[in-house]
């Protein structure tokens, strides 16, 4: 399920005619005629690593539910609690990221 809603994500924004539904910084720059099919393809790689990134977490649920589930009173795995900091962590560097250097205007 997860993986669809980010393929459909990758094949609608880029084909999209319309632009209202489109939410980055620095957008009346961004949805200019010559900076739109850039910005498309911006969008589509950050809707897959967005979506790599999810379905890379998603994958970590079923091995620590099993390891955890294995005997009573059994924690979950150290490596799962890692993963469990470092996932949030790492969407909001990415989104800090995108806002701050992926979508800056340039000087020229």
Request: some cysteine; aromatic content about 12%; glycine content about 4%.
């Amino acid at each position: 399920m997860t993986i669809g809603v980010f393929v459909l994500l990758q094949v609608l924004v880029p084909r999209s005619r319309r632009q209202t539904g489109i939410n980055i910084p620095n957008k009346s720059y961004w949805v200019e005629p010559k900076n739109l099919p850039r910005a498309r393809r911006m969008l589509s790689a950050d809707f897959a690593l967005l979506g790599c990134l999810f379905q890379a977490f998603f994958c970590c649920l079923p091995p620590a539910l099993v390891s955890a589930s294995a005997a009573p009173g059994h924690p979950l795995p150290g490596w799962f609690v890692v993963a469990l900091v470092l996932w949030p962590a790492t969407i909001v560097a990415l989104s800090a990221w995108t806002v701050a250097v992926r979508y800056r205007v340039s000087a020229s």
